[in-house]
């Protein structure tokens, strides 16, 4: 097995009440490496990409999953695993490499909704960036998807 390693500012599960996820924060010095990896694993050229915090303990591996089913999580503390489909995987890797041409993120994060553990709960696993464009109004967002305008 081929492993890849980038770091993270931070891994945190949350807990919200019956519900678990995790959010995987990067600050910019670690996108490229980071960006690195998914390429590298979309393209099948490692295994796993494994990332682990600058400053803590937590850790997340990456991994291909079944090509078309959704993805699947086990997040625990101190370490996570998430096996995502080929589309997941495409995606994240395009959100993180406009990011790297840009210097920025279209929006601050990027979720992958999973299966998670044992029980089949959906939760989410979520990615955020350090900078990002500044948010659109309501109204600047239906334009751009073609819906009619709010009526007061």
């Given at each position: 097995m081929?492993?890849?390693r980038?770091?993270?500012d931070?891994?945190?599960r949350l807990?919200?009440?019956a519900?678990?996820?995790?959010r995987?924060s990067?600050?910019a010095d670690?996108?490229n490496d980071?960006?690195?990896?998914?390429?590298l694993?979309?393209?099948?050229l490692?295994d796993?990409?494994?990332v682990s915090?600058?400053?803590?303990q937590n850790t997340?591996?990456?991994?291909?999953g079944?090509?078309?089913?959704?993805a699947?999580a086990?997040?625990a503390?101190?370490?996570s695993?998430?096996a995502?489909?080929d589309?997941?995987?495409?995606?994240?890797?395009?959100?993180?490499?406009?990011?790297v041409?840009?210097?920025?993120?279209?929006?601050d994060?990027?979720?992958?909704?999973v299966?998670e553990g044992?029980?089949?709960?959906?939760?989410?696993?979520?990615f955020?960036v350090?900078?990002?464009?500044?948010?659109?109004s309501?109204a600047?967002?239906?334009r751009?998807?073609?819906l009619k305008p709010?009526?007061?």
């Amino acid at each position: 097995m081929i492993k890849r390693r980038a770091s993270a500012d931070r891994i945190e599960r949350l807990q919200h009440a019956a519900d678990v996820s995790l959010r995987v924060s990067f600050d910019a010095d670690a996108i490229n490496d980071w960006t690195l990896g998914l390429v590298l694993l979309k393209e099948r050229l490692v295994d796993v990409l494994g990332v682990s915090e600058n400053a803590g303990q937590n850790t997340l591996e990456l991994s291909r999953g079944d090509a078309r089913a959704r993805a699947r999580a086990v997040l625990a503390e101190p370490s996570s695993r998430l096996a995502v489909s080929d589309a997941e995987l495409e995606h994240l890797a395009h959100f993180f490499l406009k990011y790297v041409r840009d210097g920025f993120g279209e929006v601050d994060h990027v979720d992958i909704q999973v299966t998670e553990g044992k029980s089949d709960r959906e939760s989410y696993v979520t990615f955020t960036v350090s900078e990002s464009a500044p948010p659109v109004s309501s109204a600047e967002a239906r334009r751009r998807l073609g819906l009619k305008p709010e009526s007061d």
